[in-house]
T-cell receptor
Framework: GESVGLHLPTLSVQEGDNSIINCAYS??????FIWYKQESGKGPQFIID?????DKRQGQRVTVLLNKTVKHLSLQIAATQPGDSAVYFC??????????????FGGGTRVLVKP | EAQVTQNPRYLITVTGKKLTVTCSQN?????MSWYRQDPGLGLRQIYY???????DKGDVPEGYKVSRKEKRNFPLILESPSPNQTSLYFC?????????????FGSGTRLTVV
């Protein structure tokens, strides 16, 4: 598959441990924050989102935390598995009346799960 | 199966030779968008479309054109490709209103301009 980024920050995690991926954003007008997972050779795939008026949301094995005070977003993956190895992107969404949903993506973090 | 389909997956071309990358979605989404992905720069929006015959520039539109004659199709056109357009391209679609699933992305097109 294609390499999506040769200079990405990388998080190495032991299989079964928890992973925490961090992201900073700058747009105060964003109403949703979204995490995407991108496996080699594939397009980004939606994982979970959180509305701007929330500070925590849980999914299956994933939790997203939002701290609007410091404009910080994090994704926690519980009991990381080999299939979690991928590049993870955060994105913030702003609903612009004339432009629809505008997503602005972060640079991505590569997660490597060690057996 | 709900999906966004891009073609081709891989393309090598020469400088100046016009090319088109096709994108089609089967979800009746109003909103479609093109992104390019480069190492260290993440995903950057090239063009987007709110609906048929409604398109507008994203953050990096120079050297690209798009059209939206039908709701399902949103081709990306490079009239005169240059080496700095070598990149990984993604098409995405979503409903206009917030979707709980964000955008749906295609599998990508790896373009190399020599």
């Amino acid at each position: 598959g294609e390499s999506v980024g040769l200079h990405l920050p990388t998080l190495s995690v032991q299989e079964g441990d928890n992973s925490i991926i961090n992201c900073a954003y700058s747009n105060s007008a964003s109403d949703y924050f979204i995490w995407y997972k991108q496996e080699s050779g594939k397009g980004p795939q939606f994982i979970i989102d959180i509305r701007s008026n929330m500070d925590k949301r849980q999914g299956q094995r994933v939790t997203v935390l939002l701290n609007k005070t410091v404009k910080h977003l994090s994704l926690q993956i519980a009991a990381t598995q080999p299939g979690d190895s991928a590049v993870y992107f955060c994105a913030d969404r702003e609903m612009i009346k004339a432009a629809g949903n505008k997503l602005t993506f972060g640079g991505g973090t590569r997660v490597l799960v060690k057996p | 199966e709900a999906q966004v389909t891009q073609n081709p997956r891989y393309l090598i071309t020469v400088t100046g030779k016009k090319l088109t990358v096709t994108c089609s979605q089967n979800m009746n989404h109003e909103y479609m968008s093109w992104y390019r992905q480069d190492p260290g720069l993440g995903l950057r929006q090239i063009y987007y479309s709110m609906n048929v015959e409604v398109t507008d520039k994203g953050d990096v539109p120079e050297g690209y054109k798009v059209s939206r004659k039908e709701k399902r199709n949103f081709p990306l056109i490079l009239e005169s490709p240059s080496p700095n357009q070598t990149s990984l391209y993604f098409c995405a679609s979503s409903p206009i209103r917030h979707s709980p699933y964000g955008y749906t992305f295609g599998s990508g097109t790896r373009l190399t301009v020599v």
